[in-house]
């Protein structure tokens, strides 16, 4: 069974530093990873995805990941923190299951920016 | 492009009452989706379609809740009677396929309160 842990419920970062927010999977077939940004009262937005190929994927927003297969890990980072970058970040992974696509969600990380 | 649609944003209910969620998908996707989001919680899939068949639906509480999607487009979530742990924000998605590289598209969810 496939599984996802983002450690850290919350993430408090200043305007302009670094942001690292971390995901760890589980799954018994090559995954693919996702994550995605919620706005308040807003539904779920895809910011990256990796699926094949090149392991450091670039997102929008100036957000990337990279996919660490040994130590099974697909961190979110962004060189420097915008007060709009404020929300919860969510990370996903996915499978091929039976014919259909196979989903589970993180418990998702709330970004604070600091002015 | 028109985005997913979902219907009402949100809703007040007592428990044991009854209550429905509307959603439209992205034209052309195959693939829809509920979930159920509480409060400080990731996203939970209840139920999974393809065109208008059901193919996943493990964790939908069947005593309480129902959906179809009639016609492969439009999908309607109901909650028959209502209990308090009913409180959270339901998100409808959409995606082109099923399969696994495949990113979805939320909805702004409906923010259901059960008191």
């Known amino acids: 069974a496939q599984s ?3 450690l850290g419920s919350h993430v408090s970062v200043s305007e302009g530093a670094l942001v690292l927010l971390r995901c760890n999977y589980s799954s018994s077939v090559p995954p693919y990873l996702f994550w995605y940004v919620q706005y308040p009262n807003q539904g779920l937005q895809l910011l990256l995805k990796y699926t094949t190929g090149a392991t450091l994927v670039k997102g929008i927003n100036g957000f990337e990941a990279e996919f660490k ?3 099974t890990s697909f961190h979110l980072t962004k060189p420097s923190a915008h007060m709009s970058d404020a929300a919860e970040y969510f990370c996903a992974v996915s499978e091929d299951s039976g014919g259909y696509q196979k989903v589970t969600f993180g418990t998702g990380t709330k970004l604070q920016v600091i002015p | 492009e028109a985005g997913v649609a979902q219907s009402p ?3 007040i209910i007592e428990k044991r009452q009854s209550v429905a969620f509307w959603c439209n998908p992205i034209s052309g996707h195959a693939t829809l989706y509920w979930y159920q989001q509480i409060l400080g919680q ?3 899939l209840l139920i999974q379609f393809q065109n208008n068949g059901v193919v996943d639906d493990s964790q939908l509480p069947k005593d309480r809740f129902s959906a179809e999607r009639l016609k492969g487009v439009d999908s309607t979530l109901k909650i028959q009677p209502a209990k308090l742990e009913d409180s959270a924000v339901y ?3 959409s995606s082109f396929q099923a399969r696994g590289n495949t990113e979805a598209f ?3 969810g409906t923010r ?3 008191v």
Do not use: D, I, M, N
């Open chain 1, 4 to 6: 996802v842990t983002q």
């Open chain 1, 69 to 71: 297969k040994s130590e």
């Open chain 2, 9 to 11: 944003r949100y809703k």
């Open chain 2, 42 to 44: 990731g996203p939970k």
């Open chain 2, 91 to 93: 998100l409808c998605a």
């Open chain 2, 106 to 108: 939320f909805g702004q």
């Open chain 2, 112 to 114: 259901l309160t059960v």
